[in-house]
């Protein structure tokens, strides 16, 4: 009698420890998902506020051949405020990724704090042209939000 109670001692101490393993790599999943989510919202919710609006005239001049440039002018139309850093935006010129020296930002509107892109300010985005055509297609992207400019030189 007495093997059969230490055996079910045995049994029961050892379904105790499997549950508790269970129950630990549950409760991290778990906290993993839910870490996941939270990070996940703020970047949507960042993504949601950020709104930009190409204000620039395609049919203007927005390509300076004595300068081998082009110069567009970029509302924030969104609530987000944005770093005027080339950093924070993505630009895409005829299919080649801009970056660097290719690329300068600067704040057009009156400011107290010029490096800052509050929203209903203007800043004119200025890209290297190499390899421009008849037809031009500039794709600009900031925090999610996508524009598009397609203009004629």
Do not use: C
Request: hydrophobic share 40%; glycine share 6%.
């Amino acid at each position: 009698m007495a093997s059969v109670s230490t055996s079910h001692l045995i049994i029961f101490v050892a379904s105790l420890v499997v549950a508790a393993g269970v129950v630990g790599t549950l409760t991290t999943g778990v906290d993993r998902v839910s870490n996941a989510v939270q990070d996940g919202s703020l970047d949507v919710s960042q993504q949601v506020r950020t709104d930009v609006t190409v204000i620039s005239d395609p049919k203007s001049d927005v390509h300076n051949e004595s300068a081998a440039t082009v110069t567009i002018y970029v509302r924030n139309t969104g609530s987000q405020t944005i770093p005027v850093q080339e950093s924070a935006v993505d630009v895409l010129l005829n299919g080649e990724y801009k970056t660097g020296s290719d690329l300068n930002m600067e704040l057009v509107s009156d400011s107290d704090n010029p490096d800052v892109w509050r929203p209903e300010e203007v800043v004119a985005i200025t890209v290297s042209d190499t390899g421009i055509e008849t037809d031009n297609r500039l794709f600009l992207t900031v925090n999610g939000d996508e524009e598009v400019f397609e203009f004629r030189s």
